[in-house]
C-alpha cells in the first residue's frame, strides 16, 4: 500500500506554489480564498501547496543587518514557541560558515545579536521556515480534510542532511525546532536522520504526499524526468504503477536514495535533458500512462524557457521576469500548469483554481482578482 500517495475527491481545487519560508502568507492567503469560496457557494474545496516550505531565501527590501535583527525579534515576539525554544536555558545553537565549517556553538543573544551579515540573514530565513512549519503542520491537522502539503525537493535537502542549499539556515533552523547541537551537527554532516525524525515538525514534514491526484489532474512538486517519460511512453500505465510503487519504497528507506537526487529526480528535474520547453511531448505520454488531463507543477519559475540560458535573471527580460511571477497553463495543448510564482525571490502570491473534470482554470492574485490562466 502506498504512503505518499493520495488521492482527493473534491470538484474545486485552489493550488498553490512554492512556499520559501513564506508560511505566514500563504497560510492568510489560503482563508482569503476559503471565505471566498464559502461565499461563492462551493462545497468543501481542497487547498493545495506545492512543497518547498524550506530555505527562505526571500529578503525584505532593506536587508541591513539591523532591519533583519529587527523583524527576526518582531517575529519571536508573535511566536511564543519560537522564544520558547530560542531561549530555553543551556540551548546552543551551531554556527557555522562557508569554507570553514563548524565554528562553533552561540547563545540566542549571540545569535540574534551577531555582526556578521550571513548570520543574521541566516537567522532571519530559520525564524521564517520555522514559523512556516508551525503554522502548516497545525493547519494540516485542523483541516486535515482540505489541506494538502506535497513534499519538495528543498523539503528533501532539508531531511537528507548534507545539504546542497541554505546550510548555514539549515543548522539554525534544526535548533530552533528543538535539536541538540551535536544531534545537528551528525544529521548535517553525515546524515544522520533518526533523531531529525524524531522531531515533530520535521516528522510532519517527512511524511507529506509526493504525488496527489484529484479527478483530472496529477500535482507534485517537480514533474517526471525526460527518461522517465520516454520509458513511461513505453509501458503505459502499468510501468506508471511501478514507478509510483517504486518512489514510495523508496521514501521508506530516506532522502539519500538515488531516486530523490537533486537536479535529477522527479523532485527537481532540472537537468537540460529534461527539457519539457524542448519537448513537450514528453509530458503527454506521462499523462497518458498517468491516466490524467493536467500535471500541475511547482518548483520552476522558467518553465516558459529553454533550461539553461533563463535559469540566470540577469540574462532575464523585464517580460521573463513578470512571467516569471505569474502561474501559467503552458504547451502541450495547455496540459501543463506552472504554479511557481518566484516567491523565493520576493515574487508574488496566486492560486491556481480548477474545477475538476472541466478544462477551466484560473488564477487569483493575492487581492483576490481572478484572471484566466497566463497561456
Not at 67 to 78: F, M, P
Not at 116 to 144: G, M, N, R, W
Not at 255 to 267: K, Q, T, V
Not at 325 to 332: F, I, K, W
Amino acid at each position: 500500500m502506498t504512503r505518499y500517495i493520495q488521492k482527493i475527491p473534491h470538484s474545486v481545487v485552489y493550488s498553490i506554489g512554492d512556499t520559501h519560508g513564506r508560511g505566514r502568507e500563504v497560510i492568510e492567503f489560503i482563508a482569503k480564498l476559503e471565505m471566498r469560496s464559502y461565499l461563492r457557494g462551493e462545497t468543501n474545496p481542497a487547498f493545495v501547496q506545492l512543497g518547498d516550505l524550506c530555505d527562505g531565501f526571500a529578503m525584505p527590501e532593506d536587508s541591513s543587518p539591523e532591519n533583519l535583527r529587527a523583524i527576526s525579534l518582531a517575529r519571536i515576539e508573535n511566536i511564543p514557541r519560537l522564544r520558547e525554544v530560542l531561549f530555553h536555558e543551556g540551548n546552543r545553537f551551531v554556527d557555522w560558515q562557508k569554507d570553514l565549517g563548524v565554528r562553533g556553538l552561540l547563545t540566542a543573544d549571540e545569535l540574534i545579536n551577531h555582526e556578521d551579515p550571513t548570520v543574521i540573514t541566516a537567522f532571519y530565513e530559520a525564524c521564517k521556515c520555522f514559523e512556516t512549519l508551525l503554522l502548516y503542520s497545525h493547519y494540516q491537522k485542523a483541516h486535515p480534510d482540505n489541506f494538502f502539503v506535497i513534499f519538495g525537493n528543498h523539503d528533501a535537502d532539508f531531511l537528507r542532511g548534507k545539504c546542497a542549499y541554505g546550510r548555514q539556515q539549515k543548522y539554525i533552523l534544526f535548533g530552533l525546532l528543538g535539536l541538540s547541537a551535536n544531534a545537528v551537527i551528525a544529521h548535517m554532516t553525515e546524515g544522520k536522520t533518526r533523531r531529525v525524525l524524531r522531531n515533530p515538525w520535521a516528522n510532519w514534514m517527512n511524511r507529506r504526499p509526493h504525488l496527489l491526484f484529484s479527478g483530472d489532474t496529477l500535482y507534485m512538486h517537480g514533474g517526471p524526468t525526460g527518461e522517465l517519460a520516454q520509458t513511461l511512453a513505453q509501458t503505459g500505465t502499468e510501468g506508471f504503477r511501478q514507478w509510483i510503487a517504486e518512489i514510495d519504497k523508496a521514501r521508506g528507506r530516506g532522502m539519500n536514495d538515488p531516486i530523490f537526487e537533486e537536479h535529477a529526480s522527479f523532485l527537481s528535474p532540472d537537468g537540460a535533458p529534461n527539457d519539457w520547453f524542448r519537448f513537450p511531448e514528453r509530458i503527454l505520454d506521462f499523462l497518458k500512462a498517468a491516466q490524467c488531463d493536467y500535471l500541475a507543477v511547482g518548483h520552476s519559475p522558467f518553465l516558459d524557457y529553454e533550461k539553461g540560458p533563463m535559469l540566470d535573471l540577469a540574462n532575464a527580460t523585464p517580460e521573463m521576469k513578470r512571467n516569471f511571477n505569474t502561474p501559467a497553463q503552458l504547451p502541450p495543448e495547455g496540459r501543463l500548469i506552472k504554479h511557481d510564482t518566484n516567491l523565493k525571490r520576493t515574487g508574488e502570491l496566486w492560486a491556481c483554481r480548477h474545477e475538476v473534470g472541466t478544462n477551466i482554470w484560473t488564477g487569483i492574485d493575492a487581492n483576490l482578482n481572478e484572471f484566466p490562466l497566463r497561456t
